[in-house]
């Protein structure tokens, strides 16, 4: 063989074909002879009729011409050229050639592959050849992957290459670099946290145990370069390194969040765990979904939305990728329920509970320790995080997670609390005598018609900071917030009208447009002066453009309720709160930090102020507010007729967690109750307690005593616990029996009325006290038949007249039916017209309150579906309410269903993308964000960028949850009965 290749280097035409010419013509070239090759035959060419080329056919070779575009010879032709001296050696006989005999040269990973297969094919061709009687060698038999006759190495290598190009590429080479280097440094972070986890070393590598590719990520789309010292300290924390318990708490804007997003991606990316995030708010899970989309897309991990009617039990179950899941409280326990009831639970590597502290809130205080006490239960490997900026009794929370704490005061911004009283600043000094120390006196120039007007000066405290830095004015009422900014309105000069003129003429068109037409004429008249209000009676989808142009400085003062210091994160640089109090109530400590936790934004401001207007009448009051310690949380397990004992106890015997009393027992001994008992069980032990739910839930006929002591749930009582939420509790959902029971003989199917009547939350019509003239009037135009079918649940068209004519009525009702059909009727004028705007008007109800009625009925919807799923009499609901329940959860036309499910896209904005072509959740995912902001009217690159990767992370799971499917499908079932002995 040859030591030295010599070939002559060629030019290569650049021409590129077109994709639209036809299929014999796309392989246009000149046809030259290639060195020591025969010209082809004629009957190889086509010719064109257009142009008069000359064109080969699909069968020529596309290679005669290929050389090399650097300065070395190229792998074909070297190819060529040790075959060609191959054939023309006569010292042996003629044997194919192997790579080997190359030269050692950069190989494309097509051709390495291809070099790899074809040492493998000729080894076996080797192994299987035998002698013939006259000296040659020939095969036995010919395999499915040996080449025909003829044809060498270079024939096979430019079909493998001609394969390569036609088969489409799903990733770019940079893309599989990208990966593979992404994926090494995950086995060494994970290799890190192993070693960090058997030693005493803090050492964490790259990003806390995360590769560098999540700190790059952080920055790019956080803008976070660095993090605060006690945030590195607690990711530092022994017991984080070896899984312990933890809660942490500081105060608010101190960046919590970060450090229990550290951890999820640890337990995502690291341990390759599934991983729960519990937020108290629907608002706030869907913010959350939106900010994780981008990482989940870059790094490889589902995020799965669990608010309102959104959520999959059980969840999907997937191989390749971790999901997490982002989950309001009452999703997060019906995720837990299926995870246990699938003996799933072992998935879940992390939970992490914001707002610890809302243990003690009522109900869904009582379900959210019910989650941790089940986690705690039956699952040893599961990583608790609890965080809070409140929290009192820190010593029996840790008890009851057996957790370790970290504590802390950093704020990223000092804050400085004042008092007012009367023209007086006080700073709020704990070395004081009475807690206060003079600090300044008001100086602005009221006239006398101001003064009557802001008896509290208000308006002097606003524009000490306003338009060139935000603020934040707390109000005890909806109504006081409105009030209140529109006194202020009043009160300033031009000059703010000036301040962003353009953005605020912007806002108030988009505010147009998802009212379809309509604006509020309080915030019609205060916008241009770059105030709003923000409260429940808003729209979500007005929420969160106030809050986006409060964000962006567009605006530049709220008047808010207390719920937005518990919501979404809004920080000023001064917090006012107009009053002590939230209505009526005095303000709690926890209530009070978290307002004026608000104070102070990081990166921005050097300082944040708080100012309470304070009153000679609640001085003593506020004085002992200011310096009380934080309340302390409590478990609600037993509060309220031990609702929340009744539905644990029921759900623990459904799932077979604990049948027996001696089981309960054991269970209850980890629950905050337990720890909390003897403040708690005032008139008796816990055991007393549990015996008396156990007879409760016997009598209501949800549980059944065996007799050898062991409890089992009857149909009802399945029924209860799979269906049970806050608003369906076990009263209500024996109720809910007998009227499913009473609709089943005659169930209205000529309206939606009735299914609309089933679905009305329980807990909603206490807030609502009907307006009978509007009740009588909606009742007038029902049919016949729906004014038949609402006498037949016994509210007749006599008790709703004489109700609005101020009569009496001797035969007394049930309220909660008739405020829930009341309700069912604003719900069935919703669904008719699908305007907001026009069903608020005509119930005269506030835009927030239907919007949140519509959004709570879909998600009772879900709860009577999964109810009425284990009662085999109720069969005929479960194909009605499945269609009710698409209907409720969006409201819209059905062409705008697929649009609305992408996490961010309203009313509006659907229509806006379905009028410019994007129609689909496929057309979404492909878009360009920058295509987007140029072609959809007031959508910022922030929103565009959260929109696209929403989606294409809706469109990743749909296709997972298809191909997880067919895999299943295509999957050999491990019980398959073995071939009878005769067969085999």
Same mark, same amino acid.
């Given at each position: 063989m040859s030591s030295e290749l010599k070939v002559r280097v060629k030019r290569v035409c650049t021409r590129r074909r077109s994709r639209d010419t036809p299929r014999a013509e796309r392989t246009a070239t000149r046809l030259r002879a290639a060195p020591g090759r025969s010209p082809r035959a004629p009957s190889d060419r086509r010719s064109s009729a257009t142009d008069g080329g000359t064109f080969c056919s699909d069968s020529e070779d596309l290679f005669g011409d290929y050389d090399s575009l650097m300065n070395e010879s190229s792998f074909l032709s070297k190819l060529e050229a040790v075959e060609q001296t191959e054939r023309q050696s006569r010292d042996a006989p003629p044997s194919p050639p192997t790579l080997d005999d190359l030269e050692h040269f950069d190989l494309p990973p097509s051709q390495l592959q291809f070099q790899i297969e074809e040492t493998e094919r000729l080894r076996q061709d080797n192994d299987g050849a035998?002698?013939?009687?006259?000296?040659?060698?020939?095969?036995?038999?010919?395999?499915?992957?040996?080449?025909?006759?003829?044809?060498?190495?270079?024939?096979?290598?430019?079909?493998?290459?001609?394969?390569?190009?036609?088969?489409?590429?799903?990733?770019?080479?940079?893309?599989?670099?990208?990966?593979?280097?992404?994926?090494?440094?995950?086995?060494?972070?994970?290799?890190?946290?192993?070693?960090?986890?058997?030693?005493?070393?803090?050492?964490?590598?790259?990003?806390?145990?995360?590769?560098?590719?999540?700190?790059?990520?952080?920055?790019?789309?956080?803008?976070?370069?660095?993090?605060?010292?006690?945030?590195?300290?607690?990711?530092?924390?022994?017991?984080?390194?070896?899984?312990?318990?933890?809660?942490?708490?500081?105060?608010?804007?101190?960046?919590?969040?970060?450090?229990?997003?550290i951890l999820i991606l640890r337990e995502l990316l690291c341990r390759k765990k599934d991983a729960l995030l519990v937020l108290p708010y629907v608002a706030l899970v869907q913010e959350k979904v939106r900010g994780l989309a981008s990482l989940g897309l870059d790094l490889d991990f589902m995020v799965e939305e669990y608010a309102g009617s959104k959520g999959r039990f059980p969840p999907v179950k997937r191989r390749s990728r971790k999901s997490l899941f982002v989950a309001?409280?009452?999703k997060a326990h019906s995720l837990i329920n299926s995870l246990i009831e699938n003996n799933r639970l072992n998935e879940l590597g992390l939970l992490v509970v914001d707002e610890l502290h809302m243990l003690g809130d009522g109900g869904r205080g009582a379900v959210l320790e019910m989650i941790l006490s089940k986690?705690?239960?039956?699952?040893?490997?599961?990583?608790?995080?609890?965080?809070?900026?409140?929290?009192?009794?820190?010593?029996?929370?840790?008890?009851?997670?057996?957790?370790?704490?970290?504590?802390?005061?950093?704020?990223?911004?000092?804050?400085?609390?004042?008092?007012?009283?009367?023209? +007086?600043?006080? @700073?709020?000094?704990?070395? #004081? $005598?009475?807690?206060?120390?003079?600090?300044?006196? =008001?100086?602005?120039?009221? !006239?006398?018609?101001?003064?009557?007007?802001?008896?509290?000066?208000?308006?002097?405290?606003?524009?000490?900071?306003?338009?060139?830095?935000?603020?934040?004015?707390?109000?005890?009422?909806?109504?006081?917030?409105?009030?209140?900014?529109?006194?202020?309105?009043?009160?300033?000069?031009?000059?703010?009208?000036?301040h962003r003129q353009e953005e605020k003429q912007q806002l108030l068109r988009q505010l147009r447009d998802g009212g379809s037409g309509s604006v509020c004429a309080v915030l019609q008249r205060c916008i241009p002066l770059g105030l709003?209000?923000?409260?429940?009676?808003? +729209?979500?989808? @007005?929420?969160?453009?106030? #809050? $986006?142009?409060?964000?962006?400085?567009?605006?530049? =003062?709220?008047?808010?309720? !207390?719920?937005?210091?518990?919501?979404?994160?809004?920080?000023?640089?001064?917090?006012?709160?107009?009053?002590?109090?939230?209505?009526?109530?005095?303000?709690?400590?926890?209530?009070y930090k978290q307002m004026i936790g608000r104070a102070g934004r990081a990166g921005m401001d050097a300082i944040g102020?708080?100012?309470?207007?304070?009153?000679?009448?609640?001085?003593?009051?506020?004085?002992?507010?200011?310096?009380?310690?934080?309340?302390?949380?409590?478990?609600?397990?037993?509060?309220?007729?031990?609702?929340?004992?009744?539905?644990?106890?029921?759900?623990?015997?459904?799932?077979?967690?604990?049948?027996?009393?001696?089981?309960?027992?054991?269970?209850?001994?980890?629950? =905050?109750?337990?720890?909390?008992?003897?403040?708690?069980?005032?008139?008796?032990?816990?055991?007393?307690?549990?015996?008396?739910?156990?007879?409760?839930?016997?009598?209501?006929?949800?549980?059944?005593?065996?007799?050898?002591?062991?409890?089992?749930?009857?149909?009802?009582?399945?029924?209860?616990?799979?269906?049970?939420?806050?608003?369906?509790?076990?009263?209500?959902?024996?109720?809910?029996?007998?009227?499913?029971?009473?609709?089943?003989?005659?169930?209205?199917?000529?309206?939606?009325l009735h299914l609309v009547y089933l679905v009305t939350p329980y807990d909603l019509s206490a807030q609502c006290s009907p307006d009978w003239m509007v009740f009588l009037r909606q009742f007038s135009l029902l049919s016949a038949a729906e004014q038949k079918m609402s006498t037949g649940i016994g509210v007749s068209e006599s008790f709703i007249a004489r109700k609005a004519a101020g009569q009496t009525v001797k035969k007394s009702l049930n309220m909660v039916v008739v405020q829930r059909l009341y309700l069912a009727l604003v719900l069935l004028c919703l669904l008719k017209e699908s305007d907001l705007w026009f069903v608020s008007e005509r119930f005269q109800l506030s835009r927030g309150f239907v919007q949140t009625l519509l959004s709570s009925s879909s998600a009772f919807c879900c709860c009577v579906l999964h109810f009425t799923e284990e009662l085999e009499e109720f069969w005929p609901f479960r194909a009605l309410l499945t269609e009710l329940?698409?209907?409720?959860?969006?409201?819209?036309?059905?062409?705008?269903i697929p649009l609305m499910e992408v996490s961010g896209v309203a009313e509006s904005r659907a229509k806006q993308l379905f009028n410019a072509g994007y129609r689909t959740l496929t057309h979404i995912a492909n878009a360009d964000p920058n295509v987007l902001c140029s072609t959809i009217e007031n959508l910022y690159r922030k929103q565009a960028n959260q929109i696209v990767a929403s989606a294409k992370m809706l469109l990743q799971e749909k296709a997972l949850a298809l191909q997880q499917e067919v895999d299943e499908l295509l999957t050999m079932p491990p019980d398959l009965p073995p071939a009878p002995p005769d067969m085999t």
């Open positions: 035998s002698t013939c009687h006259n000296g040659t060698s020939t095969p036995h038999h010919r395999g499915r992957g040996a080449p025909p006759p003829g044809r060498g190495v270079s024939e096979r290598l430019k079909r493998k290459m001609l394969g390569n190009a036609a088969s489409p590429s799903v990733y770019s080479r940079s893309a599989a670099l990208k990966a593979a280097v992404v994926s090494e440094e995950l086995n060494a972070a994970v290799q890190t946290l192993e070693t960090t986890t058997s030693s005493q070393s803090t050492d964490l590598g790259p990003f806390f145990g995360l590769p560098s590719r999540v700190k790059d990520l952080m920055f790019k789309l956080r803008g976070i370069q660095r993090l605060y010292d006690w945030q590195q300290a607690c990711l530092r924390l022994e017991c984080v390194q070896r899984r312990k318990n933890l809660i942490y708490s500081l105060p608010t804007s101190g960046g919590k969040t970060l450090v229990a997003e309001t409280i009452e986690v705690q239960f039956l699952s040893k490997s599961t990583h608790i995080i609890g965080m809070s900026a409140t929290l009192g009794n820190i010593k029996d929370l840790q008890t009851f997670l057996r957790a370790e704490n970290y504590t802390s005061d950093f704020r990223p911004v000092e804050l400085k609390e004042f008092v007012k009283l009367k023209e +007086t600043i006080y @700073e709020v000094d704990p070395k #004081e $005598e009475n807690g206060l120390k003079f600090s300044r006196v =008001l100086n602005y120039k009221y !006239s006398s018609s101001m003064q009557k007007l802001d008896p509290d000066h208000i308006v002097a405290l606003v524009t000490e900071v306003i338009p060139a830095h935000s603020c934040l004015v707390f109000c005890a009422t909806k109504k006081n917030c409105e009030n209140v900014v529109q006194m202020i309105a009043k009160c300033l000069k031009k000059d703010f009208l000036l709003a209000y923000h409260h429940s009676g808003l +729209t979500a989808e @007005e929420r969160r453009l106030l #809050e $986006e142009a409060y964000g962006r400085g567009v605006l530049c =003062l709220l008047a808010c309720t !207390s719920t937005l210091a518990a919501g979404v994160n809004l920080p000023a640089r001064r917090v006012i709160l107009r009053s002590p109090y939230v209505a009526k109530e005095l303000l709690k400590r926890s209530q102020e708080s100012i309470l207007v304070l009153q000679d009448r609640d001085r003593q009051k506020v004085q002992s507010l200011l310096c009380a310690p934080m309340e302390n949380c409590y478990s609600f397990l037993l509060q309220d007729e031990s609702k929340g004992l009744l539905s644990l106890i029921l759900s623990l015997i459904g799932l077979n967690v604990s049948t027996s009393l001696q089981q309960l027992q054991d269970f209850l001994g980890g629950t =905050l109750l337990f720890v909390q008992q003897q403040q708690l069980c005032s008139e008796g032990s816990l055991w007393d307690a549990l015996h008396s739910c156990i007879h409760q839930l016997t009598h209501k006929q949800l549980i059944n005593v065996c007799v050898d002591g062991n409890m089992e749930v009857t149909r009802l009582g399945r029924a209860t616990f799979k269906g049970h939420t806050h608003t369906l509790t076990i009263t209500h959902s024996v109720m809910h029996t007998q009227t499913h029971k009473v609709t089943r003989e005659a169930l209205l199917l000529k309206s939606y329940n698409r209907r409720l959860s969006y409201c819209v036309r059905a062409e705008l």
